[in-house]
């Protein structure tokens, strides 16, 4: 043991070796006896003096998170000009400018910083979720220094301080008690357990899990009641806090959807490059001049450029962020929108997730069971027994909830519409059922109290003495069933009270452990009269009691989750509670949501499993409890290696590295840490799990957009790139310019692409299963048809285009012929990619107006170039006659043809 102290102390005195030994470290503290910890330290029970500390605090820098060096919003902005997608349109503008085209090449020019803008603003907050976490630590600290006690700045405090807390401050490091009276520490936010944890200065096993190390406190987390003297083990970034912070600071993986059109961007380059040197070299080898050649290849590599691609995708998402936001999910960074839609599984936390976060009195023992309804905190309920309604001025009832409204400090009150607690959480939910009951002001009112024997771990009990306005005084005692019944020499019964039996006690005592196997915290309650004379001793009031019966609280599902994981199901998408809480409550309330098989694995197991072992359970267990934050993100990553897209639903702070390792995190809005929000991808602003369908539903509906959009840009984009080869490749001269072709892709084909991006979601699409993470972009389904509709356009452009020059039409004129063919051909295009799956005879002609005026626009500009007079001169258009637009408008029909048999023949594009 000596050994390990001096090599804990010498660790612990290295900086540069803090994140190697973390986890040996922060295992020691709680299991060696205290006396050993303060040597280890090299400290006392007097702390530390003023020459000690300075040493120290040059040694183990300030108590504090560092400040990562934050990129300026001009490196943001920067930064976006790095997406493959907007290299590709910076390039279409340059190649737009040589070909004599500034007009254009501003036009693309203005896109690209559109789609730069639009990301800068929705990702210049992205990365502040350090600066929350530094917004934890407690400003100032009660330490004992040089043999007395004096507040100094948090920042200072050192390894081997002693400092003093009381109810209502926040924890400034991590310590190991000294000492302590009666206890409680809040520390949801760290490790998701729902209560006030009961702490102790007793040793504990090794092995202990964080959230059962109820010797140490934690840095950030609040003391809700008693007090203590701890010696501090850890400060800064050696903290449970500061291991958070490191972990939310690791890099985060590219979302799905950017990888992808990246791809896609890579792939289309390639070919349009390539072709476009196959052009240029044919066409300057039958001797045309190299200038003219040259022209002609960079008119086929910027029709090869879907440069719309990024501005809709960029306004698809753009658009749903704004929906969703009306459905109170507020996006922080906007690829997350499709990642939403394509997730296959939810991690969520339980408490204040999946639960309403309010300690709630469900079950009532005495001689019958009686159940409580109402939600949360609000005071408006029933009690029932066997499915009947009853009065709560009944003897049994009234007896109970009277002792547990008397042995109890806490309150209720309402503050901006909201009814809350003040006080412990469980003596909470006893006080609003005796107002539930519509006692509570009664018994205040007959009653004062003059003694009180608080709870503590040894006792664990709670006893008080309450004076009545008659002059009679009532011994009033609560706490865990085992402590309260070695107290009582009686019990009520429905007929009176009478002595209590072993055997009565056998009865209670199962009762007790069923209640506790359902998830219920359990607390026992007991009575007596005193007269005005008798001994106010401890040993006195707690003799001799009546025992009044059992009361069960637990955090309640919120209603509407159930019906919210119901749909999800449907929807194909799985559901898994991690939970820093304890396994038969997690179990439980599993059970009432319908979440998992009963299995549950917790952190202790966890820690004990390798990744391998990890990954073959992760498929079979969907509840995980007494886990920690390093354990939630084994957890995701676990199930992102199995091809799962993983969100992550959170409000604490030991939420925040899972949601940073998610693919998409999910913060909650009222209840959720700004640790927790800063580390997310979205937040739901009213902590409702229900908004997350949602949610899911309108990424599905964008990311169905976005493909739709995708092969409607890319079917125009490769019919410009095969009908300047193919034309080249027979020996026809180019059938479309290069203003032409850059008029289409930019202004006409853009209005319609518009248009797509704002399609209603279709009536089944949550009753789909998630599309294959893995799936390419366009899928393989999807490439199909596209090249299907493109080899349509492809055929009827050259089509007509030829059939003008061998009906003796000039070469201006043909080439307009091609141009307003492809123009409303695009047009027909659009109009079937409303819906990959529905054949346009099915869908409503009004069902999407933006769509109706994307195509007026396109049309309109198509019509513009060729009877503007002025705009003639510059795109060397001529008048169609009406015999033209017959053949035109005829043609195009094949469009719509050529989408509706792939319709039919491709079943994948319901995907």
Known sequence: MLMILICENYFYNCRSFFNLTSEARYLIWHSIPIDEVLSGLKSGQNGLDSDDVARRLSEYGPNQLESPSKPSPLKIFLGKFKDYMVIVLIFAALISYIAGEGTNSL??????????????????????AMEALREMVAPEADVMRDGRMSTVPASDLVPGDMIFLEAGDKVPADA????????????????GESMPVKKSREQLPEEAALADRRNMVFMGTIVSYGNCRAVVTATGLATELGRISGMIKQKQVDPPLKIKLEQLAKRQALLVFAVAAIVFVLDASRGSPVMDS?????????????????????????????????????????????????????????????????????????????????????????????????????????????????????????ADGNWRIVGDPTEGAVIVAAKKAGILEKIRESCTRIVEYPFDSDRRRMTTVDETNDGGRIVSMKG???????????????????????????????????MAGSALRVLAFAGKSLGSSDSLDMDFVEADLTFAGLAGMMDPPRKEVLEAISVSKKAGIRTVMITGDHRLTARAIGKELYIGNGEVIEGAELEKMSDLELGKRIDEVSIFAR????????????????????????????????????????????????????????????DNFATIVGAVLEGRRIYDNIRKGTTYLLAVSFAELATIFVAVIMGFPIPLLAAQILWINVVAEEFPAIGLALEPAHAKIMTKKPRDPSESMPSRSLMIYTLAIAATIVAGTLGLYMASLNMGQDLSYARTMAFVALGLFTVYNAYSCRSLEESIFRMNPLGNRALLLGIAGSIASVLAVVYIPFMQSIFLTSPLTPESWIMVLGVGLLVILAAEVMKKMLPGLRQ
């Open 107 to 128: 036009v693309i020019i203005g896109i690209v910083i559109l789609v730069a803008i639009i990301g800068f603003f929705q990702e210049y907050k992205a990365e502040r």
């Open 480 to 514: 865990a069933p085992e402590a309260v019944l070695e107290r009582c020499t009686k019990i009520a019964r429905a007929d009176g009270v009478f002595p209590i039996t072993d055997e009565d006690r056998k009865i209670i005592q199962a009762r007790a452990d069923g």
């Open 176 to 191: 190991r008690i000294v000492d302590e009276t009666a206890l409680e520490i809040i520390e949801a936010s760290l490790t």
């Open 627 to 686: 886990v920690t934050a390093e354990h939630k993100v084994r957890i995701v990553e676990a199930l992102k290696k199995r091809g799962n897209i993983v969100a992550m639903t959170g409000d604490g702070v030991n939420d925040a590295p899972a949601l940073k390792a998610a693919d998409i995190g999910i913060a909650m809005g009222k209840t959720g840490t700004e640790v927790a929000k800063e580390a997310s991808d979205m937040v739901i602003a009213d």
């Open 294 to 414: 040259m022209i002609a290849a960079i008119a086929l590599a910027v029709a090869g450029v879907p440069e719309a691609l990024p501005f809709i995708v960029t306004l698809a998402l753009a658009f749903g962020t704004q929906a969703m936001a009306r459905k109170n999910a507020i996006i922080r960074r906007l690829p997350a929108v499709e990642t939403l839609g394509s997730t296959t599984v939810i991690c969520t936390d339980k408490t204040g997730t999946l639960t309403t976060g309010e300690m709630t009195l469900r079950e009532i023992q005495t001689f019958r069971t009686i159940y409580v309804d109402g939600p949360g905190y609000t005071p408006v309920g029933s009690f029932s027994e066997q499915g009947r309604l009853i009065d709560p001025q009944e003897t049994d009832l009234v007896r109970l909830l009277k002792i547990g409204a008397q042995a109890n400090n806490a309150d209720i009150e309402k």
